[in-house]
């Protein structure tokens, strides 16, 4: 018989011993566990044409931090692949159908135990950042959030495949950064290089400053920025940023956590 190596099998050998891949919903997770007893964790979403499997580094960042992870698949991604919703016209439908799935994967990880549903950070790159936004304009109970390479504003995106095709309604519809009369203020950490070549780098700088500026606490909103990283199409990953990225979130999320717990 051929074995045929996983996306799970080409996890680090630290990160497996402490995974398991479960369908939560119709959502693909990848679950990082240690212990028994309920622990802060990272929902994580990656971007457009990539896998939940694909950012084993942060994973082990964050475990070692004392955090879990539940990092799921995209529609149309990973476990789930559907040639069409790869597509870059068909991203805003990927977006939207994951932020109305976050909270039934919350309702899966509070029967799968090990998850500290009142400690929960919610992060996301490109379009899993945009999908974060999206959940986070109405009710929720995540403590902070982190935002890589994404934007809480379409309008730079107006003529892209991202909105293309939308009337003036539909647009102002899904557009976050005209829907932030319910947002909730909590601590946010975004990156972004100015150099962007798929997500403008004024679409988010915007959206930071929109929540700055309703903030009671604005200096709880951090929006951290390159000039250049090297990065392919100065998007994915950040390049020579990457792990200075990554290092700092862990921090930022960890201080997050700390200061509710002796807030509470």
């Excluded at 990082?32 to 939940?52: C, M, N, Q, S």
């Excluded at 499997?53 to 082990?60: A, F, I, N, Q, S």
């Amino acid at each position: 018989m051929l074995w045929m190596e996983t996306r799970f099998d080409s996890l680090p050998s630290r990160l497996r011993e402490v995974s398991t891949e479960l369908v939560i919903g119709d959502v693909p997770c990848l679950l990082v566990r240690v212990g028994a007893e309920p622990r802060p964790f990272l929902f994580w979403i990656h971007g457009r044409t990539a896998d939940k499997e694909l950012d084993p580094g942060r994973y082990l960042r964050y475990m070692r931090k004392g955090f879990n992870v539940c990092a799921v698949d995209l529609p149309g991604h990973g476990g789930r692949f559907e040639a069409r919703l790869q597509e870059s016209c068909n991203t805003l439908e990927v977006i939207l159908q994951m932020a109305s799935e976050i909270d039934v994967v919350l309702d899966g990880l509070a029967k799968v135990g090990g998850f500290d549903l009142g400690k929960a950070i919610l992060g996301g790159m490109s379009a899993g950042g945009m999908a974060a936004i999206q959940r986070l304009t109405s009710a929720h109970s995540f403590l902070c959030a982190v935002l890589e390479a994404t934007t809480g504003d379409y309008e730079p995106m107006r003529n892209k495949p991202l909105c293309m095709g939308l009337d003036d309604v539909a647009f102002h519809a899904v557009n976050p950064i005209e829907h932030l009369e319910t947002w909730r203020n909590i601590p946010i950490l975004a990156f972004h290089s100015r150099r962007d070549e798929w997500i403008p780098f004024s679409g988010q700088e915007s959206f930071i400053h929109a929540l700055q500026k309703r903030a009671s606490h604005p200096e709880l909103i951090e929006f951290v920025h390159f000039d250049h990283t090297g990065a392919p199409n100065e998007h994915v990953g950040f390049g020579r940023e990457s792990a200075f990225v990554k290092e700092l979130q862990v921090e930022f999320v960890s201080k997050s956590v700390q200061n509710e717990m002796e807030t509470a």
